[in-house]
């Protein structure tokens, strides 16, 4: 497993979830889709983005390019691992603005439809600081085994593979609907 490689293709994968939580917004407000469809979206980004995917970069990649002295604090590694945290807020708070939607608040649709914007915006530029600088640097550093079996643990348990199975029947469901 090449860690740097597997992070890339994860990006891939967020990415193209975002998208579809942009696109579910109108279709929301337009009685198109189910709540419960995006509902099950956000949980997949919650669970693939933030725990498989940041999981693997907090537990497994930082912690190596920390022993290369790329520092944490004042560093590029504090900055993700403090947008990781940002990106749990507002998709956090996505959920709830729909909750409140469900529920029959009409202006909750706002709120959603501004978490949602903020979290695509957030992560769009996230990745891209990823992928060109750090994933850059991280390149030249050699990752010890353990913290590749750690990654590979991390997948294991959150089972990445049905994740990625389950965003793809999300993906479909709203692409019929579009």
């Given at each position: 497993?090449?860690?740097?490689?597997?992070?890339?293709?994860?990006?891939?994968?967020?990415?193209?979830?975002?998208?579809?939580?942009?696109?579910?917004?109108p279709?929301?407000?337009?009685?198109?889709?189910?709540?419960?469809?995006?509902?099950?979206?956000?949980?997949?980004?919650?669970?693939?983005?933030?725990?498989?995917?940041?999981?693997?970069?907090?537990l497994?990649?930082?912690?190596?390019?920390?022993?290369?002295?790329?520092?944490?604090?004042?560093?590029?590694?504090?900055?993700?691992?403090?947008?990781?945290?940002?990106?749990?807020?507002?998709?956090?708070?996505?959920?709830?603005?729909?909750?409140?939607?469900?529920?029959?608040?009409?202006?909750?649709?706002?709120?959603?439809?501004?978490?949602?914007?903020?979290?695509?915006?957030?992560?769009?530029?996230?990745?891209?600081?990823?992928?060109?600088?750090?994933?850059?640097?991280?390149?030249?550093?050699?990752?010890?085994?353990?913290?590749?079996?750690?990654?590979?643990?991390?997948e294991?348990?959150?089972?990445?593979?049905?994740?990625?199975?389950?965003f793809?029947?999300?993906?479909?469901?709203?692409?019929?609907?579009?």
């Open positions: 497993m090449d860690i740097i490689d597997n992070l890339v293709r994860d990006h891939e994968i967020i990415l193209e979830a975002l998208k579809l939580l942009d696109r579910s917004v279709l929301l407000q337009q009685g198109k889709l189910e709540p419960a469809t995006v509902e099950r979206l956000i949980t997949f980004l919650r669970r693939f983005a933030d725990e498989c995917h940041h999981g693997k970069e907090e497994c990649l930082f912690p190596v390019m920390e022993r290369y002295r790329v520092p944490f604090n004042g560093g590029p590694i504090g900055v993700m691992t403090c947008e990781h945290g940002m990106g749990r807020y507002l998709l956090r708070n996505a959920r709830e603005s729909l909750a409140r939607f469900v529920s029959g608040d009409s202006g909750a649709l706002d709120d959603f439809r501004y978490y949602v914007s903020m979290y695509r915006h957030l992560l769009e530029a996230h990745i891209d600081k990823e992928n060109n600088v750090l994933f850059a640097m991280a390149r030249s550093m050699e990752v010890p085994g353990g913290y590749i079996e750690k990654a590979r643990n991390i294991r348990d959150l089972d990445r593979e049905k994740l990625i199975e389950e793809n029947r999300i993906k479909a469901e709203i692409e019929n609907v579009s």
